[in-house]
């Protein structure tokens, strides 16, 4: 069983999170993950995460919607069986609104949904490992992983002076639902300040 | 003193008490830890008794057939149609509330947006099963669905309304469920990492999917509300206003009408609310979340119910005027006989209707009745019998005088099957409403955190002192 060794400290007010997260990363290290109860705003770009594409994923799901609608209703209106509706046009778009509207959010939202548990490995039944119970009630959890760089002392050490107020050890059964989140974070470099300002 | 004010004096606090984060969860996940209360077993056993008489009055109609109501020549839609309306109607405000105001920035969403969103299911559920049931030959249903088939292939008609009906409630009740469960998942870990009993650790632990609360899982949970909520805001405005076409596209004096759907959807908006206040100030009181659901959100919602209420009062008005202006000999005797005339075998509906939707909501012009929770009560039972009346009024008193007098109908009233269907599917929709209370966080317990610091009662005071002092501290506090 290959194990990993994170060091987690924990936060009582995204007040102190924010220049903890920046000056951690500014000693030169990356953070494994911050766990927090409630969407904080301005988190992601503290760590460095890059914006999410999921709403794009959702643009090419609802147009994906749109063209199946309309292709399948017109071949079917003017190619599979024409039906004669009171000498109406067999091709009547206005009549085809409703339908490809309804299909194109139809499309959109299930496929969103369904990528965004898929990348965030959400799905019922799936065991994760979770660093403190109290990161879904009211603690912030920042984890960092223990690396031949940064041992755990000194992890410890750098997670107690920027101020957490428990700072334990944990070691974890590597795999895929640690996540890789820390892997898209740029390092903190100096010309980015303006993003962790509050 | 500075004259500068960072935080709006007029608004009250969101979240009532000073609050931390754990308060706030202990508030409301404790009711599910705790065992049912007497009141609960009492009214969820009054829900499933009524849900099994409206499953035998189903019984009744799918053995023996559409007979078993009264529906007659000419009266093809009456109770059935009606109800279908009506409980469409109602499941708007859910989507509207986490959908619209979130768009617009609403911050008291937050408080009313999770059981408004699970009535909305419950709702639209409900709704499903007239149009479902009115076929008839139920287990033909499935031929609504455009799938291939052996009898030509034969397609469904794609531009008859009734069919749009198809994909609009389907697509709703679809789209709002899953934003509904999206928005769940954080909770229910909430839940999952409380629990000290084995089997709610292990339950809530599927039910929430593994939930962590990684800062990049609610990156994504962010942009996917979103954009849920962007496509969930048009989607609200098409169904009512698709149904509003099952009447507005035929050429029935009294339905023939281009105002429909606009007035389709304000009155949904209005019972929508209605039903919310109904359920919200028995939930409060009895969940003891008044910190949380406070007299504040229900005057906004009183508002958006005087607000609404008039919007459809001015339809009423225009359709008659219509009618008069128009100078249609049908149009005329549809609304001014058969609906204006209370002398008229049904005027007793349209005036019922007038009195609920129209003239009673005006007292929220009152600031001091619009926080008067006894008076929110009643007037959201009333907007909602109101309602019920406007769909009753544009089905039945449009149909029951054909243009030919011979075909006329004798007056239609329900047969007790009739009557019980629709209790039944109160029946269905108070047991999964109670049993959502009972099982699942009724307020967005993540939303309540996260606008804890913006819109509390702590955050509003400690702004007020804040704001006394001199511009240059402020912005030194403000700013570090």
């Given at each position: 069983m290959d194990v990993r060794k994170f060091v987690v400290g924990l936060f009582d007010d995204e007040k102190v999170l924010f220049p903890a997260v920046k000056k951690v990363r500014k000693s030169g290290f990356k953070i494994h993950d911050v766990y927090t109860p409630f969407p904080v705003h301005g988190l992601d770009q503290a760590m460095g995460l890059r914006e999410t594409s999921l709403h794009t994923a959702g643009f090419i799901y609802g147009i994906t919607g749109t063209t199946i609608a309309l292709s399948f209703m017109s071949w079917v209106f003017t190619s599979s069986w024409p039906l004669n509706i009171g000498g109406k046009p067999h091709l009547p778009l206005p009549a085809f609104i409703p339908v490809t509207f309804e299909f194109t959010v139809l499309c959109a939202a299930v496929g969103m949904v369904l990528t965004f548990c898929y990348l965030c490995q959400l799905a019922p039944f799936v065991k994760k490992h979770h660093f403190h119970p109290r990161a879904t009630d009211d603690k912030f959890v920042m984890v960092i992983e223990c690396t031949s760089a940064l041992t755990e002392a000194d992890a410890t050490a750098l997670l107690n002076q920027v101020g957490a107020h428990e700072v334990h050890t944990q070691v974890a059964e590597a795999g895929w639902w640690l996540g890789t989140y820390d892997k898209q974070q740029r390092l903190y470099d100096e010309s980015d300040i303006v993003v962790a300002a509050h | 003193m500075s004259v500068l004010k960072y935080e709006s004096a007029v608004r009250a606090p969101l979240v009532d008490g000073h609050k931390t984060y754990h308060q706030v969860t202990e508030d409301i996940i404790r009711p599910i830890e705790a065992a049912p209360s007497r009141l609960w077993k009492i009214g969820f056993g009054i829900s499933v008794a009524l849900l099994l008489f409206g499953v035998y009055s189903v019984y009744r109609e799918v053995t023996y057939g559409i007979g078993q109501w009264n529906l007659n020549k000419t009266i093809g839609w009456g109770w059935d149609i009606t109800n279908f309306v009506w409980w469409v109607g109602i499941g708007h405000a859910g989507t509207l509330i986490s959908a619209i105001l979130l768009l617009f920035r609403q911050g008291w969403r937050t408080g009313v947006n999770r059981a408004a969103e699970a009535m909305t299911i419950f709702a639209v559920m409900c709704a499903g099963q007239f149009p479902i049931f009115h076929m008839g030959r139920v287990w033909m249903a499935f031929f609504v669905l455009p799938y291939p088939n052996s009898r030509g292939p034969l397609w469904v008609n794609f531009s008859s309304p009734l069919l749009w009906d198809v994909f609009a409630i389907s697509t709703y009740f679809t789209v709002s469920l899953l934003f509904w469960y999206a928005g769940l998942l954080p909770d229910l870990a909430t839940v999952r990492d409380r629990a000290i009993v084995k089997w709610r650790k292990r339950l809530y632990g599927v039910l929430s999917?593994?939930?962590?609360?990684s800062t990049k899982h609610w990156q994504r949970h962010e942009s996917l509300s979103l954009v849920l909520a962007g496509l969930s805001t048009p989607l609200v405005l098409s169904v009512h206003t698709i149904v509003s076409f099952d009447f507005a596209t035929s050429v029935i004096p009294g339905w023939h009408?281009?105002?429909f759907p606009p007035y389709f959807v304000a009155g949904a908006i209005f019972s929508g609310f209605a039903m919310v206040q109904t359920l919200m100030i028995i939930v409060r009181k009895v969940l003891n979340l008044q910190d949380y659901i406070t007299l504040e959100h229900i005057e906004v919602m009183n508002k958006v119910i005087v607000l609404t209420g008039s919007i459809v009062g001015v339809a009423y008005l225009t359709e008659l005027f219509m009618a008069w202006y128009s100078q249609n000999p049908y149009e005329g005797y549809a609304f001014f006989?058969?609906?204006?005339?209370?002398?008229?075998?049904?005027?007793w509906s349209y005036w019922g209707m007038m009195a609920c939707n129209v003239i009673s909501p005006q007292i929220f012009w009152f600031k001091k009745l619009r926080r008067n929770i006894t008076v929110t009560f009643f007037m959201s039972v009333i907007v909602n019998v109101g309602m019920w009346f406007e769909r009753f009024v544009i089905i039945v008193t449009s149909l029951?005088?054909?243009?030919?007098?011979?075909?006329?109908?004798a007056y239609y009233s329900p047969t007790i099957w009739e009557i019980g269907f629709y209790l039944g599917t109160f029946g269905l929709f108070f047991t999964c409403f109670f049993l959502f209370a009972k099982w699942f966080p009724v307020i967005a317990v993540a939303e309540i955190k996260h606008i804890l610091k913006k819109s509390g009662e702590s955050w509003k005071q400690e702004q007020g002192v804040l704001e006394d002092k001199k511009v240059d501290e402020f912005e030194e506090v403000m700013h570090h």
């Open positions: - | 999917f593994g939930w962590t609360g009408t281009t105002i006989y058969s609906r204006a005339n209370l002398l008229s075998p049904y005027g029951y005088r054909d243009y030919v007098p011979s075909s006329w109908s």
